[in-house]
Structure formats: C-alpha cells, structure tokens
C-alpha cells in the first residue's frame, strides 16, 4: 500500500510556463513533506519542503502548497525552464520521538520542458 | 564542500556472490540513511543510522542484507548470497543533526545488477 503517491508518471509543460506536480498521502502521522529532483545517475537533490503547521512555503521560483485536510500537496514550478527537466520525487516523514526518520517517497514524475 | 559519495557507482555481481557498497557522508552529519531503489519506482527505506548506532533497520528486506558504520562516519552496506532481485539502485543519504524534520542530502547512488 503507497503511503505517498504521485498519479501522474510524466508532465510536459512549454518553457515560460507554470508546472504543477502534485502529490497525495495517506499517513495521517506525516508531519514533514520534501521535494526532490533527479538527474539520471545522479543521486536526489533536495528542493524545497513544508512542515504539516504550513500551508505554503516559496523559495524563488518554487512553491508548495500543503492542503492537511485533503492530505494533498503540490509544487508549483513558475517560470518553468529548461534545466527543469527532471524527475521529481515528493517524499514525507513521520515526527517519531523527535528523532529522525527514514522517508516515504512517491514514484515520482517526470517533468519534460518543451522550448 | 564535498558531498555525500558513493563506491562503486557500478557493481556487476553474479547470482550468489557477496557484495559491499560504501557511503562516505557529509562530514560532521550525524545522520545516515540507506534506500533501495528499483527501477520506475521511488527510493525506499532501508535502514538508519545516528552516528555508530543503527537506530532503525526495518526496511531491510531480508536477513542477507547487512549495513554498519563502526565509527560513526563511512558506512558500508553488505549484501550477501546475492540475487537478482538485489538487482537496484543503493541511495546513501545523511542529515545533519537528527531530527525529524531535518533535510536529507542524497549521494549519488551505486547501481547493482545481478546476472
């Protein structure tokens, strides 16, 4: 059962546009929620992230948007460029005593940029 | 500064052959975390580390699968009697401090193929 899922195995947005990747949880208990970004053979790079007493939080050109009652968040990508083709992984943890946490990951989306 | 590094990038093992993968963390992170990622899928937990102590391992899938870190920086993960569905890529990541809603940094992965 995914506990984090990512419905859309691959977007294509046109570059100057806005991207929107969306991801859906189940675990009521996450509190933490992160976006990464992957080249092929490279490894995740983190992104931006929200905690669960946010709703929103931007950092440039990158916003997420945490809606708690439909356990839904989103990234929004505005203006999408080119170097934003990537796969994109939406991950959450759960707070466990305080301490730190393996995450849950989604399948992620793969994000194509069109010039 | 110097990320999070791997060894080897790439393993070719046959079937029934041990192997062991390397992590060299951020230095000064407390924090050390292992996934497994099969293809078209997510990174998936494996196990967790805060300095020398494996705090969490429940994500190994099976008793062959084997990760220290003696002294609290590199880490190795040691697979033993391998088969193909060992067969994925192996994300090190390592964090800081701790806690739980603290940023893992990714490496940049071992890719395993077992023939």
């Known amino acids: 059962d995914q506990q984090v899922k990512q419905n859309s195995p691959s977007l294509s947005v046109q570059e100057g546009r806005i991207s929107i990747l969306n991801c859906d949880y189940t675990?009521?208990?996450?509190?933490?929620f992160l976006w990464y970004k992957k080249y092929p053979a490279e490894g995740p790079t983190f992104l931006i992230s929200i905690s669960s007493i946010k709703d929103k939080n931007e950092d440039g050109r990158f916003t997420v948007f945490l809606n708690k009652s439909a356990k839904h968040l989103s990234l929004h990508i505005v203006p999408s460029q080119p170097g934003d083709s990537a796969v994109y992984f939406c991950a959450a943890s759960v707070l466990y005593g305080g301490g730190a946490d393996g995450l849950t990951f989604g399948k992620g989306t793969h994000l194509i940029i069109q010039p | 500064g110097a990320g999070v590094s791997q060894s080897p990038r790439y393993k070719v093992a046959k079937r029934g052959q041990d192997v062991a993968l390397r992590c060299d963390p951020i230095?000064?992170?407390?924090?050390l975390f292992w996934y497994q990622q099969a293809l078209g899928q997510g990174p998936e937990f494996l196990t967790y580390f805060q300095n020398e102590a494996q705090l969490d391992k429940s994500g190994l899938p099976s008793d062959r699968f084997f990760a220290e870190r003696p002294e609290g920086s590199v880490s190795t993960l040691k697979i033993q009697r391998t088969q193909q569905e060992d067969s994925a890529v192996y994300l090190c990541a390592s964090s800081l401090v701790g806690t739980s809603q603290e940023t893992q940094y990714f490496g940049p992965g071992t890719r395993l193929l077992v023939l």
């Open positions: 675990n009521s208990m996450f509190d933490y």
């Open positions: 230095s000064g992170h407390v924090s």
